[in-house]
């Protein structure tokens, strides 16, 4: 039973424009009409002539006599058209496409020190924006999002679906990652992984780390990471977000989100953040991949001119089914009928009558 029901799915029609069906109906009926409005003219012009057997007799024909052949041939041919034009479908194909593309990962950096505002209107905010840029301007390209504070977390893997990650992105706060600090060196990892995907032709590699620079472990460590992305055939851009200056970190209420002060170290005195931009330039310089600094004029542009550079590479893109489009039968049956239609008509035509002939 599934798989007769199975089959007959297959066999359904549909239609893609199902909005000109009427078409199918109208037509025919403008159609008879015009070889009607034909006709009574023909007759009128034959009785404005003379006799009509002897016009007839001349070679002018029977105006009633394929009257009927006609209308219904060309009423069909008119029907067969309108349904040709709402789109008509039955059948399935199996498609597998292919297209070139980059795997990227954004690595997002969810630590307190994003909510200093050194950059208007936050760090936080700058970070969504130039974010939300490489989605829309990286189309066709497979994106991840890897968000890190204290520790690092896969948000999404790689995926066409940029819609889906910018949703991500409006969610993207240091609330959602539990543990405090900023571990660089576990966001290069596991963004590395994540980069290489799985087979050797899914396309080039490259991370873009977006953050301040502000690592609360072993400079070492981090260094460590971006070799190893090396050696893995993955390169590392980094865009600094924030300045040298810095700004206190805030102290938010979780439920209003209002500044009820800013972060201080042990002995009272305000914690200052600033951007270490030391730190970003070497691991951008250790995997052969640029630095940019995000409150520098055209720091973006210049990353999307260096991603849109990098070599794509051919991947299978997966299998989709389709309908099939059938409207070329019904054009076909048309112009058969129209065909069919002119050939009777010369047959049918009468010989002109010879001169002395009884």
């Known amino acids: 039973m599934?798989?007769?029901g199975q089959s007959l799915g297959e066999r359904a029609v549909s239609f893609a424009r199902p909005d000109l069906l009427w078409l199918s109906g109208a037509l025919p009926i403008v159609i008879g009409m015009a070889v009607y409005g034909y006709l009574r003219r023909w007759r009128r012009a034959l009785a404005a002539l003379g006799e009509p057997e002897l016009v007839r007799r001349l070679g002018a024909g029977d105006p009633d006599r394929h009257f009927a052949r006609r209308v219904v041939l060309l009423s069909?041919?008119?029907?067969?058209?309108?349904?040709?034009?709402?789109?008509?479908?039955?059948?399935t194909d199996t498609i597998e496409t292919r297209s070139r593309s980059l795997n990227l990962v954004l690595v997002l950096d969810a630590s307190k020190s994003m909510l200093a505002r050194d950059l208007e209107p936050s760090r936080?905010?700058?970070e969504r924006l130039i974010a939300r840029r490489l989605l829309r301007e990286l189309r066709g390209d497979r994106i991840g999002l890897v968000v890190f504070a204290g520790r690092?977390?896969?948000?999404?893997p790689l995926t066409v679906d940029h819609g889906a990650l910018e949703?991500?992105?409006d969610a993207l706060d240091p609330e959602i990652?539990?543990?405090?600090?900023?571990?660089l060196s576990a966001a290069l990892r596991q963004a590395t992984d994540l980069a290489?995907?799985?087979g050797q032709a899914a396309g080039a590699r490259a991370v873009v780390l977006l953050s301040d620079g502000e690592a609360l472990e072993d400079e070492a460590a981090v260094t460590a990471a971006a070799a190893r992305a090396l050696e893995a055939g993955v390169v590392i851009h980094t865009v600094g977000i924030g300045t040298p200056r810095g700004a206190p970190v805030p102290e938010r209420d979780p439920e209003t989100d209002q500044v009820l002060g800013y972060k201080r170290e042990p002995n009272g005195e305000i914690v200052i953040s600033r951007l270490n931009e030391p730190l970003l330039r070497r691991i951008a310089q250790r995997t052969g991949g640029r630095y940019e600094r995000l409150d520098r004029a055209g720091a973006s542009g210049r990353l999307l001119t260096t991603l849109r550079q990098m070599e794509r590479t051919p991947y299978r893109g997966g299998r989709r089914v389709e309908e099939r489009e059938r409207f070329g039968w019904f054009v076909a049956f048309a112009l058969a009928l129209l065909a069919l239609d002119v050939v009777w008509t010369r047959r049918a035509a009468p010989a002109p009558a010879v001169a002395g002939e009884a």
């Open 167 to 169: 949703l991500y992105l």
């Open 196 to 198: 290489r995907g799985v």
């Open 177 to 183: 990652v539990s543990q405090g600090g900023s571990s």
């Open 124 to 126: 936080l905010e700058r």
């Open 152 to 156: 690092a977390y896969v948000l999404a």
């Open 2 to 4: 599934g798989a007769a």
């Open 76 to 91: 069909l041919a008119a029907a067969a058209l309108g349904m040709a034009l709402a789109g008509p479908r039955w059948g």
